[in-house]
């Protein structure tokens, strides 16, 4: 659908040309109005009336009266709706026009929110053409401006017009007549800063800031990118089953390839560290890091933890499970792993009680292990374990911000390296599917959003 929202001026819906040496009548022109509804063929027109121009109309039906002809001629069937302003009298005051104006079109959007919708800046007086060029240039509206060429650069005046009479001489009626409508050279302003904000945000992983920009910019933004951004939120919250569903009702379920959770985790790990949120960092990798070495015990030995704790709370032991088990006695440290440490984490009894810790698993995989086979596997399970629980106590104890001289002096490894180190661990003693690409596929996210842009 096709909306052209028009004031009206002097030279609407037709002018004269004089002849300079006879002073007679040589022909007939149109005006903008006519012009962009000739050419462009609108669905619907909306005028805006002046004092002046409620006037005009009233006395000869100029306006309304030359949509009509021209409608009659051609074959159209344009709708035509009046903004009369009869009070409005100081039309030269771009200031009444610019709330006045993006009201108006604002409720025209509302009302037809996937229309094409055009604005004439040839007609009217030089506020209302100045107003509608700002607001095509620097509003969410979605504003198509049109200019009309004039065969005269004179001044223009009100005249009295017989419409019929100069309908019969209007040289624009012939086949051969030019289009004098172009569109305006338009660069929507709001759009290229927004954008630029936009994509700025996404860069930096910032998905809700950006849907809140996105909101600003209605009517700008094809539905595929606001759609894929709602997911890309999803994503980044760690809702991943919405997120999925998400992906897939846009069609790019390839976005988010990973069907894991874990792995899924392992990359908001990883944006955390881009984004230099050590804290949040800190106080996300405990979770991460006992679903890291449950993968490790299920791929080097086959052991499932998770089948040995509640069915009703599968972060909790379940003791009886666990005594009739190969676990049994299982949960002490050995010592060969230790000679260095300065104290050893021994439980009360044979099997733990309550609540699932890393310890346990790292300790499970230390009686699992053989020395002379996996002695690298364990160091490097234990490293993992010692730097989880300091950094853990620390984030769970301190009410700040961490650097990253601060965190590498309280591990002796920086974040990137920790992350590395994750790495490293999934690839070499999980099955936790962790490929180049699928660590790529939050850039592969990002760079199809800022595609849409």
């Known amino acids: 659908m096709k909306i052209l929202f028009s004031p ?21 022109h149109e005006g903008a109005l006519l012009q962009i509804c000739r050419h462009e063929q609108p669905d619907k027109v909306y005028l805006y009336f002046s004092q002046e121009a409620c006037a005009l109309e009233q006395k000869d039906h100029r306006y309304l009266g030359g949509l009509e002809l021209l409608r009659e001629e051609l074959g159209l069937q344009f709708s035509v ?24 079109l604002t409720k025209i959007r509302d009302e037809h929110p996937d ?58 009626r012939e086949p051969t007549a030019p289009n004098r409508v172009t569109a305006s050279a338009n660069t929507n302003l709001l759009y290229e800063f927004n954008r630029k904000v936009l994509m700025k945000l996404i860069d930096e992983y910032d998905y809700h800031a950006a849907k809140t920009v996105s909101v600003q910019m209605r009517g700008l933004l094809p539905k595929k990118f606001t759609e894929l951004l709602d997911a890309a939120a999803l994503r980044s919250d760690a809702k ?8 897939r009702a846009c069609g790019k379920e390839d976005l988010m390839p990973g069907t894991v959770q874990t792995a899924e985790y392992f990359l908001l790990l990883d944006i955390y560290v881009k984004k230099e949120k050590y804290t949040d960092f800190l106080r996300a990798m405990t979770p991460f890091i006992l679903e890291l070495f449950g993968g490790a015990l299920k791929k080097m030995f086959g052991i499932d933890y998770r089948s040995y704790t509640r069915s009703n709370n599968p972060l909790m032991w379940d003791e009886m499970a666990l005594k009739n088990s190969g676990l049994y006695g299982k949960f002490d440290q050995v010592a060969a792993y230790h000679q260095n440490d300065k104290k050893r984490h021994i439980p009360a009894l044979p099997l733990p009680k309550g609540y699932v810790f890393s310890w346990h698993l790292t300790n499970l995989i230390e009686n699992f292990a053989d020395p002379k086979v996996d002695r690298q596997f364990v160091t490097q399970t234990i490293e993992l374990r010692r730097i989880e629980e300091q950094i853990r106590n620390l984030a769970a104890h301190t009410m700040q911000g961490f650097s990253v001289a601060e965190f590498r002096r309280e591990t002796n490894r920086s974040p990137q390296e920790m992350i590395l180190l994750m790495r490293n661990y999934v690839r070499n003693y999980t099955d936790i599917p962790l490929s180049d690409d699928f660590l790529r596929s939050y850039q592969t996210m990002n760079d199809k959003l800022k595609s849409y842009l």
């Open 240 to 247: 991943f089953r919405d997120a999925q569903q998400k992906f």
């Open 115 to 172: 229309a094409e919708l055009l604005v004439n800046v040839s007609s009217g007086t030089p506020a209302m053409k100045s107003t509608l060029q700002i607001l095509a240039s620097a509003s969410e509206l979605n504003l198509k401006p049109l200019q009309v060429a004039t065969w005269s650069y004179k001044p223009n005046h009100p005249r009295d017009c017989d419409i019929q009479k100069e309908w019969t001489l209007n040289t624009d």
């Open 8 to 28: 009206v001026g002097m030279t609407d819906p037709v002018s004269e040309e004089i002849n300079r040496e006879t002073k007679k009548l040589a022909a007939v």
């Open 81 to 104: 709706e009046v903004f009369e302003r009869p009070e409005l009298t100081e039309v030269h005051l771009f200031d009444a026009f610019l709330q006045e104006f993006r009201d108006i």
